[in-house]
Structure formats: C-alpha cells, structure tokens
C-alpha cells in the first residue's frame, strides 16, 4: 500500500507541475498579448491623431478654395464688365470720329477729339469718303 500511496503522490505532483508549468505558459502568453494590445492602442491613437490633422487640413483647403472660387467669380464679372466698358467706350469713340468724318473733319482732327490712333482715323475718313463716293455715283 505503500507503493500505492507513493504512485498516487507522485501522480498528484506530476498533475500539479503539469498544471504550473501550463499556468506559467499562459502568463507568458497573456502578457505578450497584453504588450501587442498597448502596442496596437498606440498604434490607433497615432492615426487617429493624424485624421484628426488631415481633416482639419482638408478643412483648410476646402474654405481656401471657396474663396479662391469666389474670388475668381468676383475677378471674371469685373473683367467682362470692363470689357464691357471699354467697347463702349470705343463704339462712342469711333461712332463720333464717324460723325466728325461726316462733318467734314480731317483724320487729325478725329485722332485728337476722340482719342483714336491716327491710322484708325485715316481707316474712318477713307470709309466715309468711299462711301461719300459711292453715294454720289449713284445718283
């Protein structure tokens, strides 16, 4: 029996350092599963930060660029005004050159009363006296 007692004792120990070392196995697990976890939240924190700066970023850019686009709106209605502007400014230029051509004024005359070039004040007198001569022709 006492063979039995001292099998029986061994057994228990066997069981006992089996379960020990399986215990010490998993601590060692767990706590490398712990290392990756804090390593994987460091991670996330990370990123989740740099979202957080892209997006402000974006935010950034995208106010920037709506008010470029505003402003270039601002800038092309003002340009196509001008133009605006000035090709009236040279019909009633050119159309009182006309007026003065048909008065009988001279290309230097027209040139300096409605601020036209002198070539185009000679292109004005030569059309209106063409005309003058196409008009007398017939009749």
């Known amino acids: 029996m006492i063979e039995l007692g001292g099998v029986v004792i061994a057994v ?9 070392l399986l215990a010490n196995r998993l601590q060692q ?7 990756q976890i804090q390593t994987l939240q460091r991670d996330l924190r990370s990123l989740c930060s740099a979202a957080v700066h892209v997006g402000e970023r974006l935010g950034r850019i995208e106010r920037t660029s709506s ?11 003002k ?25 009988g004024a001279t290309a230097e005359e ?16 030569m ?13």
């Not at 340009?79 to 051509?101: G, M, P, R």
């Open 79 to 103: 340009q196509s005004q001008t133009t605006i502007k000035v090709a009236s400014a040279d019909e009633s230029a050119f159309d009182q050159a006309l007026k003065l051509a048909q008065k």
């Open 29 to 35: 697990k767990i706590a490398r599963q712990n290392d």
């Open 110 to 125: 027209m040139a300096d009363i409605c601020n036209v070039t002198r070539g185009e004040a000679d292109l004005i007198a």
């Open 67 to 77: 008010q470029l686009s505003r402003e270039q709106k601002i800038l092309s209605q």
């Open 12 to 20: 228990v120990l066997l069981v006992a350092l089996f379960f020990g």
């Open 127 to 139: 059309m209106h006296r063409l005309e003058k001569e196409g008009e007398d022709s017939t009749r």
